[in-house]
């Protein structure tokens, strides 16, 4: 082929390449391939492609040998070392970005990748380093302040992230990722009706990306004004934007039909770690009948600790699969075949993986735990709960999935080894009782603060305390000051402690607390669980939506549903009736411990053969109905 249609050839692809049109691009790669199966240019853009369509293996090929003839070229050179970051080889990767920085050191984009490889690696302080160098260069890059918002949310740093994300936008005001990095500063800040509002300005320039849609929906479980019906309807709207993207022709599983025989379980999660989540999912893995199972764990996040290491023991298969694109993801799952994959995040998690379902990656997918709604999506057959926390009837109109309430709770809560035992209640020293809460920031709805309002008016000389990541800041403290000032919250009367390092440092802080107070409406689920670990009673306000009726199912299970109040009249009553009798604070101090290891909450092998029985029952319905079918 001559050169001069070689050239002519490249641009068609490009032009292709360049409107997403990747099939078509590759297709004509290919042609150039063949006929120039040395030159630098026709290699590195095969190999771009095939790591934007999820295939790494060509990617790593193609990359490498472009690599190979043109060592100078430093954006192939990274593009190759994303690849095999994606792949897993992360070492490599990491050395291939160095050498490249070293020889470029003014190469912007290799110092953000550089920050990206780190952040995988949970070296996060290190990423901020190659941020500041990547902007420092190229002040005017706005991919280059986002990507750096990005890693200080995870850091924590709510301000710092949100002022990236402005000056992304500052640089390019079209650059939409910046409005929706800027949205996610603000939801992680709990600045929750501004977050909205951004997701919102973002999906109008991007009305495909799901995972912002996903995000938008988990921060509208905060605002009072959401009915369920709305955000069901909302959640209805996603499965089917999900729906119109996924191609038609997506992959449908096959497996043998039997009912009886062993199952192989996958999990994919971000929070098979050291996360709330873990708590009550460790003990149902420990337990399952390994005969009946074969589990498999998909950790979608980067960091792992000592609670992976001790979910590792009970996987016949882990794999870290937070490097992998959505099409080499799907590639695993579907060669691993599992006969009933199960999610834990549903709306939550850096990376929304709901779309994959979406192709059904397995006959039976079900959703639980770790999303207090619907997933929306048509394809995901199954949400475990229970009657307490979806009462049959309206639960059952509000969700995509048939609801499956396998157990009298949902949850099974493993407490934490290094928790310390309760001691006295504060009020036997402080001679006045001191309220608390250590849910979620988020979840201080306006109606929240103004139930804790009437509260304190009707307990003299309570105090309230509050505990979450943030508080130490002054503009946040500011933030809440001025709205509690608002609903009629004295400010005096509250004191607030930032979110502490250590899971003991954090229990030992009920020893502040006599009652904790619920948020509503969306409830606590690990607070509730701990505080009653400590001793520690719960007042709740039982509502209309799963989020709304978590603490209903908890208390129960704990056996103390005269916690649980109807209305907010009933709330003010219980948690007033608590404080005025301090000694039977110290009874509930000295006991709740010992009654909840005797309770449905601290069943866990009960709960694991409840759980196996109710995926064992998903699985024969799956069998009877494609045997019908067929």
């Not at 790494?56 to 994303?82: F, K, N, Q």
Request: proline residues 5%.
């Amino acid at each position: 082929m001559s050169p001069q249609k070689l050239q002519t050839l490249l641009r068609e692809a490009v032009a292709h390449h360049r409107a997403g049109r990747l099939a078509e691009a590759e297709e004509i790669y290919r042609q150039a391939r063949a006929a120039a199966p040395k030159q630098f240019e026709v290699l590195h853009l095969s190999g771009l492609a095939a790591y934007q369509q999820g295939r790494l293996e060509d990617a790593i090929e193609w990359l490498t040998h472009a690599h190979r003839l043109d060592r100078s070229s430093a954006v192939c050179a990274m593009r190759l070392a994303l690849a095999q970051l994606a792949s897993g080889r992360v070492a490599e990767a990491e050395e291939l970005l160095r050498k490249t920085v070293a020889r470029k050191p003014d190469f912007h984009e290799g110092w953000d990748n550089l920050a990206y490889c780190l952040k995988t690696q949970d070296r996060l302080a290190e990423a901020v380093a190659c941020h500041e160098k990547a902007v420092a260069l190229k002040p005017g890059h706005a991919v280059g302040w986002f990507n750096f918002g990005l890693t200080l949310s995870l850091l924590g740093s709510e301000a710092e992230a949100l002022a990236c994300h402005e000056r992304a936008l500052a640089a390019d005001p079209n650059y939409a990722m910046a409005r929706y990095g800027r949205a996610q500063a603000l939801h992680q800040a709990h600045r929750l009706e501004e977050a909205v509002a951004d997701y919102g300005r973002f999906l109008e320039l991007k009305p495909d990306h799901h995972e912002a849609r996903s995000y938008r929906l988990f921060a509208l479980h905060n605002l009072d004004d959401v009915s369920p019906e709305q955000l069901f309807a909302e959640h209805v709207a996603y499965g089917r934007a999900v729906a119109a993207s996924t191609p038609t022709a997506a992959f449908m599983p096959t497996a043998t039909r039997d009912p009886a025989r062993r199952l192989r379980v996958a999990v994919l999660s971000p929070d098979l770690r050291a996360h709330s989540c873990a708590y009550f999912l460790e003990p149902l893995l420990r337990h399952l009948d390994r005969e009946s199972f074969e589990l498999y764990l998909y950790h979608d996040h980067f960091r792992e600790d000592a609670v992976s290491q001790r979910l590792k023991t009970h996987a016949a298969v882990w794999r870290n699969v937070i490097r992998q694109p959505g099409p080499a993801l799907e590639k695993i799952i579907r060669v691993d075949a599992p006969d009933i994959l199960i999610d834990l995040a549903g709306h939550t998690g850096m990376t929304n993986r709901l779309p994959l379902f979406a192709r059904r990656l397995a006959p039976v997918q079900i959703t639980y735990l770790g999303y207090p709604n619907t997933t929306g999506l048509a394809a995901m057959d199954y949400r475990f709960t229970d009657e307490l926390a979806d009462p049959v009837g309206i639960a059952d109109r509000l969700a995509t999935e048939t609801l499956v309430r396998f157990a009298p709770t949902a949850w099974t809560y493993q407490p934490p080894a290094e928790a310390p035992e309760p001691g006295e209640p504060p009020c036997a020293r402080r001679g006045s009782v001191t309220f608390g809460c250590f849910n979620n920031l988020a979840k201080i709805s306006d109606a929240t603060i103004a139930l804790w309002a009437r509260v304190l008016a009707a307990v003299p000389d309570s105090r309230l305390l509050l505990k979450g990541r943030g508080l130490g800041d002054e503009a946040v403290r500011a933030r809440y000051l001025a709205r509690f000032a608002r609903l009629g919250l004295p400010a005096a009367r509250v004191e607030w402690l930032e979110r502490t390092a250590g899971t003991a440092e954090h229990l030992a802080l009920y020893g502040r607390v006599d009652v904790a107070l619920d948020t509503f409406r969306y409830h606590g689920t690990t607070t509730t669980c701990e505080a009653l670990w400590m001793g520690v009673p719960v007042v709740t306000l039982a509502g209309d939506s799963h989020m709304a009726r978590v603490g209903v199912s908890l208390l129960n299970a704990a056996g103390h549903p005269d916690w649980i109040a109807r209305d907010a009249d009933d709330y003010v009553r219980i948690a007033s009736n608590l404080a005025a009798d301090p000694a039977q604070l110290a009874l509930t101090r000295r006991t709740l411990r010992t009654a909840l290891k005797q309770s449905p909450l601290l069943d866990h092998a009960g709960q694991a053969a409840r759980f196996g029985a109710a995926l064992r029952s998903c699985w024969a319905a799956w069998c009877a109905r494609t045997a019908a079918a067929a």
